[in-house]
């Protein structure tokens, strides 16, 4: 009997997923998923942060469930095991003699180690195949060479737009290959693996509450686009920082893979045929390629896209940016809005983040790793990518500072977004 493994890591959807296109489908097929152990401990000196906080924890775990359950309407099965990958995967796959591991091509320099120590790992009669997929293109549909991707978004915006063809996004398959009769399956429950993340709940003040998993993703899509029509006027409202609709939100299924880029970017074509296209649409797409031009970005970078791994102690000045102390209202809201949340709009992120880096002088790298364990959408090229963007290290050095006091009173004028998160708040911090 011919075993495959479908190896999930941050695409939890079925639809649009080249990880379950088989050319000959396997005789059975175990789809497993591993939440690194390492995410659980704390970069941050100091500070009991783990990599993954409580926000982004009950998001995957919702994700992981929904996934199971769409993956055994199919004939098929999860299993979830809380370890290093390379050493779940190599035992899962000598205990089933498995002949291939199938594996998204994910952009992070651990991501690409875990999978080329897995290769060296696994007998010669096991292969590993990577796919690619979750982004607008992949290296084929790319009109740029990888390898060439230029220094700046607008360079690689610049080409790609010159011969613009995303490929169409794809139906999930109607049934799977059968699950080994004697192969383990399942996931913990999440008050085993972190009570904290369980019980987590997020703030109301927030107007927003993320549910993992594909529905919820495909529903949140569908409301912004169909139901409220909100994307009509994206353009001008892109930059808001109170209420639920401003932006799409769509940065959490986007980043656990709930949905792919191209459905999205399908979505919105449907709704220009529909209702014509304008700023708004094209906005969306727009943004979208700054994802992708993160993800290719950290593709070239590798290591470097960290900076120096190992993390300075946290200063005071960066503690209080952290726990919305700064005595900055503007900045100070935008941090307590993150923390009780695990989100934030893009104008606050951007004002958050050079106010560190500018006004306290602190390492980037510090803003980053806070950034990495509270939010609820991080993602490995688009969070360390943004955060290099800011500071102005690595491939564009041009400084983006921004003057958060003009800021606040450009785009928080009465003061509302401020008072929102200040008044009688309880700050958190683990
Ligand atoms: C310091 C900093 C850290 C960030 N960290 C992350 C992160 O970890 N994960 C993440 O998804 N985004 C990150 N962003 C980008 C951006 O702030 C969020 O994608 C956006 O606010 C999410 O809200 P939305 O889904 O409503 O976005 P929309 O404005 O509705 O945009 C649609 C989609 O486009 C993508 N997108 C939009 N802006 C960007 C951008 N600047 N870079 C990359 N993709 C973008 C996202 O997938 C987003 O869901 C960061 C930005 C900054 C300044």
Redesign the pocket.
């Given at each position: 009997m011919s075993t495959e493994i479908a190896w999930f890591r941050h695409d939890l959807r079925l639809a649009d997923n080249p990880l379950l296109d088989f050319q000959t489908p396997p005789e059975q097929l175990i789809c497993v998923y591993v939440l690194d152990i390492r995410w659980l401990e704390s970069p941050l000196p100091g500070l009991a942060a783990r990599r993954i906080g409580p926000a982004r924890l009950q998001f995957l775990w919702q994700s992981l469930i929904e996934l199971r359950g769409e993956l055994l309407k199919r004939g098929s099965d999860l299993l979830v095991r809380i370890d290093d990958p390379v050493t779940v995967l190599a035992d899962l796959a000598e205990r089933n003699g498995a002949s291939r591991v199938h594996v998204r091509h994910d952009a992070g320099f651990d991501e690409e180690r875990a999978v080329s120590a897995l290769v060296a790992e696994l007998s010669r009669h096991c292969e590993v195949v990577q796919t690619e997929g979750g982004m607008l293109f992949d290296a084929a549909s790319l009109p740029i060479d990888v390898a060439d991707v230029p220094p700046s978004f607008s360079g690689f915006r610049r080409r790609a737009e010159k011969s613009w063809q995303v490929p169409e996004s794809r139906l999930a398959p109607v049934t799977l290959p059968p699950w080994p009769r004697d192969a383990a399956r399942g996931l913990p429950p999440l008050r085993e693996v972190s009570p904290e993340a369980a019980g987590w709940k997020s703030d109301p003040r927030g107007q927003f509450r993320f549910a993992g998993g594909e529905a919820a993703g495909q529903a949140r899509l569908d409301h912004y686009l169909w139901d409220t029509a909100a994307l009509a006027h994206?353009k001008q409202t892109?930059d808001g920082l109170l209420g639920a609709d401003f932006?799409?939100?769509?940065?959490p299924w986007?980043?656990q893979g709930c949905l792919s880029?191209r459905q999205?970017h399908d979505a919105v074509r449907a709704w220009e045929a529909r209702h014509g296209a304008n700023d708004s649409t094209y906005w969306?797409i727009f943004?979208?390629l700054?994802?992708d031009?993160?993800h290719w970005a950290a593709h070239q970078e590798g290591r470097t896209l960290f900076g120096v791994r190992e993390l300075p102690l946290l200063s005071d000045d960066v503690r209080a940016w952290c726990e919305g102390r700064t005595g900055v209202p503007f900045v100070d809201a935008a941090m307590q809005e993150l923390s009780a949340t695990g989100?934030?709009?893009?104008r606050a992120?951007?004002n958050?983040?050079s106010f560190l880096v500018r006004n306290l002088a602190g390492d980037w790298r510090l803003?980053?790793a806070w950034?990495?364990h509270c939010?609820i959408?991080?993602?490995i090229a688009?969070?360390w990518?943004?955060?290099r963007?800011?500071a102005g290290v690595g491939r564009d050095t041009r400084p983006r500072a921004l003057d958060v006091h003009a800021q606040a009173g450009y785009y928080d004028p009465d003061g509302a977004y401020a008072a929102q998160w200040l008044a009688s708040s309880t700050p958190f911090f683990p």
């Amino acid at each position: 009997m011919s075993t495959e493994i479908a190896w999930f890591r941050h695409d939890l959807r079925l639809a649009d997923n080249p990880l379950l296109d088989f050319q000959t489908p396997p005789e059975q097929l175990i789809c497993v998923y591993v939440l690194d152990i390492r995410w659980l401990e704390s970069p941050l000196p100091g500070l009991a942060a783990r990599r993954i906080g409580p926000a982004r924890l009950q998001f995957l775990w919702q994700s992981l469930i929904e996934l199971r359950g769409e993956l055994l309407k199919r004939g098929s099965d999860l299993l979830v095991r809380i370890d290093d990958p390379v050493t779940v995967l190599a035992d899962l796959a000598e205990r089933n003699g498995a002949s291939r591991v199938h594996v998204r091509h994910d952009a992070g320099f651990d991501e690409e180690r875990a999978v080329s120590a897995l290769v060296a790992e696994l007998s010669r009669h096991c292969e590993v195949v990577q796919t690619e997929g979750g982004m607008l293109f992949d290296a084929a549909s790319l009109p740029i060479d990888v390898a060439d991707v230029p220094p700046s978004f607008s360079g690689f915006r610049r080409r790609a737009e010159k011969s613009w063809q995303v490929p169409e996004s794809r139906l999930a398959p109607v049934t799977l290959p059968p699950w080994p009769r004697d192969a383990a399956r399942g996931l913990p429950p999440l008050r085993e693996v972190s009570p904290e993340a369980a019980g987590w709940k997020s703030d109301p003040r927030g107007q927003f509450r993320f549910a993992g998993g594909e529905a919820a993703g495909q529903a949140r899509l569908d409301h912004y686009l169909w139901d409220t029509a909100a994307l009509a006027h994206y353009k001008q409202t892109r930059d808001g920082l109170l209420g639920a609709d401003f932006s799409t939100r769509l940065s959490p299924w986007l980043a656990q893979g709930c949905l792919s880029a191209r459905q999205v970017h399908d979505a919105v074509r449907a709704w220009e045929a529909r209702h014509g296209a304008n700023d708004s649409t094209y906005w969306v797409i727009f943004e979208l390629l700054w994802r992708d031009y993160f993800h290719w970005a950290a593709h070239q970078e590798g290591r470097t896209l960290f900076g120096v791994r190992e993390l300075p102690l946290l200063s005071d000045d960066v503690r209080a940016w952290c726990e919305g102390r700064t005595g900055v209202p503007f900045v100070d809201a935008a941090m307590q809005e993150l923390s009780a949340t695990g989100w934030l709009s893009n104008r606050a992120r951007q004002n958050a983040a050079s106010f560190l880096v500018r006004n306290l002088a602190g390492d980037w790298r510090l803003g980053a790793a806070w950034f990495e364990h509270c939010l609820i959408d991080y993602d490995i090229a688009s969070n360390w990518g943004n955060w290099r963007y800011v500071a102005g290290v690595g491939r564009d050095t041009r400084p983006r500072a921004l003057d958060v006091h003009a800021q606040a009173g450009y785009y928080d004028p009465d003061g509302a977004y401020a008072a929102q998160w200040l008044a009688s708040s309880t700050p958190f911090f683990p």
